[in-house]
């Protein structure tokens, strides 16, 4: 079992920048690909990047590439989404999530444990 806890989430100018962490329980942390997530208000949760075990290998969703950073310290059992430039449509509540897949995936369904949550709220 991985149990997930994500912050870092609040209230931004757009244009502005903020990081999400993500801690992970568990001694195999590094064992797993990590995604985040999100999803806005009356729509569905949508892909946003996700990092393989080692670190080695990004891949982000088209509506956030070149603003964002997808990282993990594995001996800090965190991975982080550094987001930048941000616009009012990046609102939603974001979700980390973690795979045994250790490739990085991004279909939610690959997944198997999920974080509660953090809510980023973007203003213009």
Do not use: H
């Amino acid at each position: 079992q991985v149990q997930l806890v994500e912050s870092g989430g609040g209230l931004v100018q757009a244009g502005g920048s903020l990081r999400l962490s993500c801690a992970a329980s568990g001694r195999t942390f590094s064992s797993y690909a990590m995604g985040w997530f999100r999803q806005a208000p009356g729509k569905e949760r949508e892909f946003v990047g996700t990092i393989n075990w080692n670190g080695g290998r990004t891949v982000y969703a088209d509506s956030v590439k070149g603003r964002s950073t997808i990282s993990r310290d594995n001996a800090k059992n965190t991975v982080y989404l550094q987001m930048n430039s941000l616009k009012p449509e990046d609102t939603a509540v974001y979700y980390c999530a973690a795979t045994t897949v250790m490739g990085p995936q991004v279909v939610a369904a690959f997944y198997n444990y999920w974080g509660q949550g953090t809510q980023v709220t973007v203003s213009s």
